[in-house]
């Protein structure tokens, strides 16, 4: 309904210039005069003005000169005649000249009124007789001039024109009461008659000037927002690589973008889109083959205990200089960081394109890593240190699971990686065999004696290597180097830990995203956009003729046929069917019955030479009319199409980015105000922290021909991490948050979601009923094995660890993003997960008396030796007892 308005318009401008094109009584120098004032308004090539208004302007001779005339009168009119035409041909050139139209418009509108007014007295006095009416219609239309084409303010629009009414009125009262002899007794009611017009064309100018130029304020909005909405398109679309990119590489981003936004096209409704994008039923598997490719795994020795002692803010300041460094020295050594595991660093060289030299890419980034670690001890004196292990081989890389996507790789080679790191020692690179044949000995090394301290490596009989550093002679040394001790060991290890690493100046995480500099509405109105909106304009204002008709009665009519256009606040339906009976009605009678009454009036008292043919030119203008509609509706269309457009890409987005971050996080990292240099960390008073494997997979994992090395295997894992990450969709586990998946072991949250700072205000039964819906999570994910089992004809089993307590998280890393927790609470909770049972759910005492609260049975277990923390209590969480309690679920 939002063109009624518009074609109402169009439609009346139809009818006055119709009207216009059949009485209009001068000369063809009108046609120039109108091209002009539309000119002034709207500057258009003369290309496109002056056509215009000849195709609707009647082919009528000036009005000749009688023999009575004298030759002084002739020569003024032709003088006056020539003259206005040289004025509106060099206006015209100063109106294509942008510079002087924007500096004098004014005065420049001032003389193209000046000369419309010289034209009309002089129209007035060169004619044979004058009359009341006379040059009528050309003042009306100097008026509407001023209104709707001519560039005035309107207080200064109505001085003109009433100036211009005045001038006419007092002109003709001189003129028919001084120098005509003969008495006319209706000259006051014709002359007041005339000035009733005027006042009518001034009222409908001043009203159309107020539409109008709300209605072109309307239509630079509307424009304004297309071409915001095209750059914010643009500025999606960078986004949206940019993120892709700091995520997945090139190869599979791509494959994985086409395929959302396939379903997110096919899905019209925005209800149904919102549903896509939260339960995303997306089980296609993204998983690629590569061989030839060195793997580094690094530790970074020390740092747990450095962690407990710092603040969220330094913690994660720390872990993002440090990991920014480590991609900065991995960019320059060609390899690919995988992922972070809480302090643990993990890289690929030959991903995605294959290279030659990716065992020295590992050992040399290894050896740079070290380095970077020596100096951090040598200028903070905080006893940290590097160990580092690469291994060559053969890897599968891509992407499992439908949330929280990160890219991995799996395969036997990888696992030997690890197991190498583990099997290292601080300070050194640790390489297997198959390493050191592809450095074709660029270092020189030393036995490793790795199978002495990693079980893996002596069952797999590895013979492994430590690379001497070519810049450290006394690399060679197994043992660490102690610590500088200086005066800087007065402040805590923590804080001269992040003061130095401040200085590396590492990239803040999604700083790329930040893709908005410079961009405002304002800085759009370009060159092309001004030419874009002066079409638009032009479209919009095709010029409301004046009422040129020469009885009064005709001009009632007209004026009626505006009121009905214009004023009457009715349908828009009503209004077309009015018009159109009006014009009808007046085509029939008029221009069919009594069309040689006006041709005889014209030829026989005014001494014209008025031609009997139908007018066949206003056949042009609907035709045009209709392409301007045309224009309308395509410029419409186009604009909701790339709204729609940037909805879909918002949509995939915002799919893109809670796939890498939690939504409350993802916020923060979009919005506008959105500052660079912010690192988001946070300090969670209770948070459950829950590690579901599946250890069997690892024996079901075989690299053969059958299984197509492996690929099949990754296949089944793929499909339960997808049933896993499907009842994260379920509301019953809105809370729940996937943080991350390692191999074929799940790891995810409750109590993150929600505004910063609501933790803590949290009460003590909220934070149960987060434990109990974790549990209840993980005795689902229990379930949802089991069916996969049924299906497959496999025997898995989840092994789950669950733990609560305070976490700190936080998104780090320059290159690759990540969102994290760290903290006793989570390292805990792994060895939950570790140091239990199969099919079994193994919790702390503490969250066994949360758990007894809620209604579940816990059965001890007993004390057990836990890496790092000694003896622990532990419980087993009595899983078939959970159906019969729901307490603090909701």
Sequence with gaps: MQRWPSLSRDLLTLTLCVCLTLELSINPLFSLSLSLSLSLQRPLPLSLSLPLSHKYVLYLSPPPLLPEQSAKDHCAFVSVVSGSLCVFLAVFVLVCTEMLSQRWRRLLGLIVWATHLTMGYTFIFSGPIILPWDQVPFFLFIIFTVYTMLPFKLWYAVVLSFITSLSHILV????????????????ANQLLSNAVVFLCGSVVGAFHKVLMEKTLRQTFQDTLRCLSMRMKLEIEKRQQENLLQSVLPVYISMKMKLAIMERLQDCKDKEEQQRMVKDN??????????????????????????ASDCSPKELVIMLNELF??????????????????????????????SLPKHAKNCVKMGLDMCEAIKQVRDATGVDINMRVGVHSGNVLCGVIGLRKWQFDVWSHDVTLANHMESGGLPGRVHITE????????????????????????KELNIQTYLVIDPRDPSSHSRSAPKPRVNDGLKMRASVRMTRYLESWGAVKPFAHLQSREGFSPDAIVNGKSRLLLLLFDWCNSIPWLS?????????????SLIACGVFLRVSFELKVLFLTLASTAYYIIILNINRKLFVVYGNVLLGWNCSRTPVNECYGFPPFSLSCFRQDFLLKYKNRTE??????????????????LPAHVAALFVGENKKNEDLYYKSYDCVCVMFASVPDFKEFYTECDINK??????????????DFDELLSKPKFSGVEKIKTIGSTYMAAAGLSG??????????????????????FAIALIGKLDGINRHSFNSFRLRVGINHGPVIAGVIGARKPQYDIWGNTVNVASRMESTGELGKIQVTVETSDVLHKLGYSCECRGLINVKGKGELKTFFVCTDMSKQQGLGLS
């Excluded at 009262?173 to 007794?185: A, F, G, S, V």
């Excluded at 039923?281 to 450095?306: C, M, P, Q, W």
């Design 324 to 353: 920014g460094k480590f991609d900065q020295i991995a960019k320059e050594n060609e390899c690919m960081r995988i992922k972070i595991l809480g302090d643990c660093y993990y890289c690929v060289s030959g991903l995605p394109v």
């Design 643 to 660: 709204q729609d457009e940037i909805e879909t890409r918002e949509n995939l987005n915002r799919l893109l980015l809670e796939n890498v």
């Design 547 to 559: 009422l040129p008709l020469p009885q009064y009665s005709v001009f009632c009519c007209i004026l």
């Design 172 to 187: 003709l009262t001189l003129c028919l009461t001084i120098y005509e002899d003969n008495y006319n007794p209706h000259l």
């Design 709 to 722: 090395e492996g690929l099949e295997c990754l296949r089944l894992l793929n499909e339960i991490i997808a």
């Design 434 to 457: 198959a390493t050191l044949k592809h450095l074709n000995k660029a270092y020189e090394v030393e036995d490793g004696n790795g199978h002495l301290r990693d079980p893996y490596l």
């Design 755 to 776: 505004t910063p700072g609501q933790e803590n205000n949290q009460d003590r039964e909220r934070q149960q009923a987060q434990i109990g819906n974790m549990v209840e």
């Design 281 to 306: 039923n997306f089980h296609s598997l993204y998983v690629k083959r590569h061989e030839n490719v060195s793997i580094l795994y690094a530790d970074i020795v020390g740092f747990t205990r450095l």
